[in-house]
């Protein structure tokens, strides 16, 4: 091997390390900027509250201090009328300066008495204020916000052009752990890099989770759309794609949401190749079914039909080699292997191989392709992860049944070669793989 043949690549990381530098300070000052405006919001939501605190705290204030006043003055007119007729005593008739006591007075003696006692009850009011939450680091840092960060690193462009040497594949199991607050399927899992992926669980879920391998929450994004799939690109973008609608969405490095591409079909799986374009499978609503490739920025640049074919996930082997995992007619589930001018190469159902035996029907679901060329698929009903080669014939079972793993539906590839695994009980397993330098 020739060392020097890796100076374009040595040049290319140069390039992107430069470029790097300057997105990271921009984020920093964006970053700086949010923190600002939040201090502000916060500050302005503050002092309305206060504001709106101080004005109910007022003419509550004015309120009571009407009624004490009335009923000050209710209680200084009976003193006065009781002393005056304590002052006539000898004499027959009463004299009152209000007429509204005079009446009870002169009516009804138990009604003089019990108002009387009802002037003589004097309610104690009083104001305090009850504090919120205690304030403390946590209690402001929830409210205020947080600092977060995640970085998107893809494989090194020596692993991903060599293939001198084929490495022994065999997988492992590495950590597993359960995804929070929910025991929905995961459909849709993106590593970012070697220990980071996201992670959307429960079909119908707006949410994408980041966990680290030990089941960490990093970050958390809601988007307006039912996430279908995830695909992490080379700049450290995320696609995101969604049966509702006909379009595709970015997430950048800030988290923040942009349409990606506006399609004529609702989209499916996608794949990111080296050279960062991407490959997305689905419908339009004429029942067309077809594999469009999208340029880095978005841009359609040729689409495929591939009808009667139905396309759920998708890889790429080649250039001019893809596969997928297809719903057919009549109910029928494989996995097809098919070239750039919709030529099918190959058919995998789990019963066409030898050596094979499924005890129920192959139901292919996530799909993936290692830096071989290697497809390695999810088979929801048996209980199981098939590794086929590059023609897409059967080579091992990755993943048997009995090792923990209920109706696997989504994989992901991260950049050291671990296998990450997704079941319909919000459980992710992550595995190794093999080993890119071997």
């Not at 949401?257 to 609702?266: P, Y």
């Not at 698929?377 to 590059?390: E, K």
């Amino acid at each position: 091997m020739e060392f020097v043949n890796f100076v374009p690549v040595l040049q290319y990381s140069v390039e992107e390390l430069v470029t790097q530098k300057s997105k990271l300070c921009d984020s920093a000052r964006v970053t700086t900027s949010d923190i600002i405006n939040r201090a502000a919001l916060l500050h302005d939501a503050i002092d309305k509250v206060k504001e709106s605190l101080l004005l109910k705290t007022k003419r509550f204030m004015d309120s009571e201090l009407k009624k004490m006043e009335f009923h000050e003055g209710e209680l200084k007119t009976w003193i006065s009328s009781l002393s005056s007729q304590n002052d006539v005593s000898n004499q027959n008739v009463v004299e009152v300066k209000d007429e509204s006591i005079g009446k009870i007075q002169n009516g009804d003696r138990k009604l003089s008495f019990a108002r009387l006692q009802q002037l003589c009850e004097i309610q104690h009011i009083s104001l305090y204020f009850k504090s919120g939450e205690i304030v403390n680091e946590s209690f402001v840092n929830s409210l205020f916000g947080s600092v977060q960060n995640f970085s998107i690193t893809p494989p090194s462009p020596i692993r991903k052009n060599r293939r001198d040497t084929f490495p022994t594949i065999g997988v492992e199991l590495k950590t597993k752990f359960k995804c929070k607050g929910t025991t929905g399927n995961i459909h849709a899992i993106a590593p970012i890099s070697e220990n980071e992926a996201w992670i959307c669980c429960g079909w119908g879920s707006k949410e994408m989770v980041l966990y680290n391998l030990d089941g960490e929450v990093l970050v958390s994004v809601t988007l307006d759309i039912p996430i279908d799939h995830i695909v992490s690109t080379r700049s450290g973008n995320v696609l995101v794609s969604s049966y509702n609608g006909n379009s595709i969405w970015c997430l950048d490095e800030q988290l923040t949401a942009t349409k990606f591409a506006t399609l004529s079909f609702v989209p499916r799986g996608m794949a990111v190749t080296d050279s960062n374009e991407i490959y997305v499978c689905g419908v339009e609503r004429n029942r067309r079914h077809l594999i469009a490739k999208f340029a880095a920025d978005g841009t359609l640049l040729s689409d495929i039909t591939i009808s009667p074919h139905d396309p759920h996930r998708i890889g790429v082997i080649s250039e001019d080699k893809l596969c997928f995992s297809d719903y057919s007619k009549n109910n029928q589930r494989q996995l097809v292997i098919m070239d750039s001018s919709c030529k099918v190469l190959h058919t995998y159902n789990g019963k066409n191989e030898p050596n094979i035996e499924l005890e129920n029907p192959f139901y292919p679901l996530g799909t993936q392709v290692d830096q071989y060329g290697n497809i390695i698929v999810a088979d929801w009903n048996n209980d199981r992860v098939h590794l086929l080669d590059t023609s897409g014939h059967f080579s091992q079972f990755l993943v048997k049944s009995g090792c923990g793993i209920e109706r696997p539906c989504s994989l992901g590839l991260d950049r050291d070669g671990k296998l990450w695994v997704g079941n319909a009980t919000g459980h992710v397993h992550v595995f190794s793989y093999c080993n890119w330098l071997t």
